[in-house]
């Protein structure tokens, strides 16, 4: 049973990479994506990584404050149409304050957690490239001392004797 389970779950492995490969073709093939990747803007976050990581994420993020302040405009629009328009003026502009604190705030946020990310994108890539490297085998240093984990043997020798 041991040897069926891997033998599935490569299966379902195959199966989420073709999907998964239909779903970026499907969106490489949109016109208005090929569009979208010959504008400036494209190009400018296509060299910058890091910003269009933060961007990404500020824009998740910032769709529930977003969505409250609108919420919140309609709700006073209802209520200024019954009679109370100076009431509205105050309602928004106190909701509009709130909400530009609110995305400085994620925009910060949005920074911090993009830069901890692509540390630890980084950071797990360079530790599967250095344990997992088909390659070479893990007594070997890399050439330029990229890999600090692949120690000899002989450097352990005597580590746990008592």
């Not at 404050?65 to 502009?93: D, M, N, Q």
């Not at 901890?116 to 890539?125: G, N």
């Amino acid at each position: 049973m041991a040897k069926e389970e891997p033998r599935s779950i490569s299966r379902d492995l195959q199966e989420l990479q073709k999907k998964l490969s239909l779903l970026i073709e499907f969106f490489q093939n949109n016109p208005k994506v090929k569009a979208f990747t010959k504008s400036p803007v494209s190009q400018y976050l296509d060299r910058h990584p890091f910003l269009a990581l933060a961007l990404l994420v500020f824009i998740v993020t910032s769709a529930v404050p977003v969505g409250f302040f609108l919420l919140l405009v309609i709700i006073t629009t209802l209520v200024a149409l019954v009679g109370v328009i100076i009431l509205e003026g105050l309602v928004i502009s106190v909701g509009g304050l709130s909400l530009l604190c609110i995305l400085c705030g994620l925009g910060f946020v949005s920074l911090a957690m993009s830069g901890m990310m692509m540390a630890s994108y980084i950071i797990a890539s360079r530790l599967i490239n250095c344990s997992f490297s088909p390659s070479r085998p893990l007594t070997q240093q890399n050439s330029n001392g990229d890999c600090q984990l692949a120690m000899k043997a002989t450097d352990f020798k005597g580590l746990y004797q008592e």
